[in-house]
């Protein structure tokens, strides 16, 4: 008999994710996250981003190549210049960006659920509290 997860999926069913985006203006975060992913053998190409403009001017500069934009983004909430919550704002109302094949997480040390029931607002896969584990991204991927 195959195992099943929490959410009912076959555990051995992992979705395939080739482009990955991280946003987070911690360095230590960015690397972490890369490496967990890396590790996992999760996406071909892992794109950072510093704060959410550098994001948003990223996945704009992606669509307007012609390239598929991420399957995944792991965003922070609280960054200098543009944060999460702007940045979930510009990039959901975006004529330029189809972001239907995007799952977005939260992906923040925030426990506020202030925090949580306005990123709820927006067509975010979850609200993830620091750090990423590799349980939580087996978890993300079935």
Known sequence: ???????????REMQAVNTVLVVDDEDNWCFVIKRILQKAGVG???WTACNGLEALEKL???SATGEKLPE????DLKMPVMDGFEFLKEATQSVELN???TRIFILSSSS????????N????AGFISKPLTQDILNDILR
């Open 60 to 62: 704009k500069t992606i």
């Open 1 to 11: 008999m195959e195992e099943q997860s929490a959410v009912g999926v076959n555990s």
């Open 72 to 75: 995944l983004i792991f965003l």
């Open 121 to 124: 607002a927006y067509p975010i």
């Open 112 to 119: 506020l659920s202030k925090d949580k029931e306005r990123a």
């Open 44 to 46: 071909n190409q892992i």
């Open 99 to 101: 972001l239907s094949q």
